[in-house]
């Protein structure tokens, strides 16, 4: 069994691979680890750039997007109650973001795939790669008690902040950079309508606060916590109380109590692996960085990768040019730094850490309060939030 490029991960930058690849006419076999509904099934982000709503279009997957996804052309910070929108639409030139689940879009990738007649090989156990350094790469992996071997030309590593890929760059090939937050973020799914129709990230002395939704009748909310809480610590009478006096009166409001279907703890974050490539290895995703979910870039930065490494194998296959194959770590790395210092950034503007003092509760707030009448501020903001330019 042999194809030119294998994908290991069938989450949304392996899948996004997968299909860009097919539209260039350059064969890929992607191999996950899991079930399909496994995959489909993880609550995870639920804001999409506008580079990645123009790219699902482009790929003919945005149709179902379209009619069901919620266009935000603004989003809104509170400050102990006061709230303040930001004109994404107004400052960008007409960008904004599509509130459209990963669910969703894992759904219709994988839809896609099938009729598409892409191959996934799901279920695929104990997956490695052998040989990245030479041109008689192939990768391994056990289904239903037998061993089967991929040759191929390239493998990219999708798999995942744990997967296989990133440890096959020997160690002292290989840069590491992380912050881990002291704080985590709780949060629920519950079928009510939510408190606004755009997202609101609240500051608030006892810590952090998101309002945000999946659909006009589902709603999804976080506050911070501290990592050691449990989610029995939060019965949902708690919870509720908690958010909207973070929230603050007038956004509080709109908040529709109901009874919580999904409750998760997640910790947060700041990751970066140089490089991104290693021979015939290359990293996309998480498999190569993590971002805290402040501003929402963690799918979206996934794709970015994809889309850089798609254009780098249509130039390698189509002009025999491997210049993009052989740029493409630094410029990857260059927008993934960019959306680590966005996340970084607004994480540290809205979230109370350990040790935060008067001082630093003022300079919080100062900076909130430059945001509200700085037109170039809010700029800076928005063009963060709706996506930097894949250049």
């Known amino acids: 069994m042999r194809t030119q490029v294998a994908i290991i991960g069938a989450g949304p930058a392996g899948m996004v691979l997968a299909h860009l690849l097919h539209q260039a006419g350059i064969e890929a076999v992607v191999l996950e680890h899991r079930s399909r509904d496994y ?3 993880r609550v995870r982000a639920g804001v999409l750039e506008q580079g990645m709503v123009d790219l699902l279009d482009r790929l003919g997957l945005g149709a179902r997007m379209r009619r069901e996804g919620l266009v935000h052309a603004g989003t809104n910070l509170a400050v102990d109650g006061e709230v303040f929108r930001i004109d994404m639409q107004a400052l960008t030139g007409g960008r904004c973001i599509m509130v459209y689940g990963q669910q969703e879009v894992m759904r ?33 992996w056990r289904q239903d008690g037998t061993k089967r071997r991929l040759g191929c030309d390239f493998v990219v590593g ?24 002291p704080f985590g973020w ?56 908690e958010l909207c006096l973070r929230l603050g009166p ?62 780098a194998f249509g130039e390698y296959y189509g002009e025999r040019s491997a210049a993009g194959i052989d740029g493409y770590s630094a410029r990857a790395l260059a ?23 008067p001082l630093e509760r003022r300079l919080q707030r100062a900076e909130l309060d430059y945001i509200r009448g700085s037109r170039a501020a809010q700029t800076v903001l928005a063009e963060n939030y709706v996506g930097l330019p894949i250049v």
């Open 158 to 181: 999708c798999d995942g902040a744990h997967g296989v890929s990133r440890g096959c760059i020997p160690p002292e090939l290989r840069r590491e950079f992380e912050r881990v937050y």
């Open 250 to 311: 007038k956004a509080a409001a709109g908040v529709v109590r109901g009874p919580s279907f999904e409750k998760s703890i997640a910790p947060l974050r700041s990751f970066v692996c140089e490089p991104m490539r290693h021979g015939r290895l290359f990293l996309a995703g998480d498999a190569a960085h993590i971002v805290p979910p402040t501003g929402a870039k963690g799918l979206n930065l996934a794709v970015s990768d994809v889309v850089m490494l798609a254009e």
């Open 39 to 41: 995959v489909e099934g």
């Open 186 to 241: 709780l949060g629920v799914l519950a079928e009510v309508p939510p408190a606004h129709h755009e997202l609101i990230y609240a500051n608030h002395e006892r810590g952090f606060a998101l309002a945000s939704m999946r659909s006009p009748h589902r709603s999804r909310y976080y506050v911070q916590c501290p990592l050691d809480d449990r989610i029995e610590d939060w019965p949902d009478e708690r919870f509720w109380d």
């Open 335 to 357: 927008r993934v730094w960019k959306a680590e210092r966005f996340s970084w950034w607004f994480t540290g503007l809205t979230h109370r850490f350990p040790g935060t003092g």
């Open 108 to 140: 219709d990738l994988f839809d896609g795939a099938v009729e598409r007649g892409l191959t996934v090989v799901f279920e695929a156990e104990d997956v490695h790669p052998h040989d990245i350094g030479t041109d008689r790469l192939y990768v391994t």
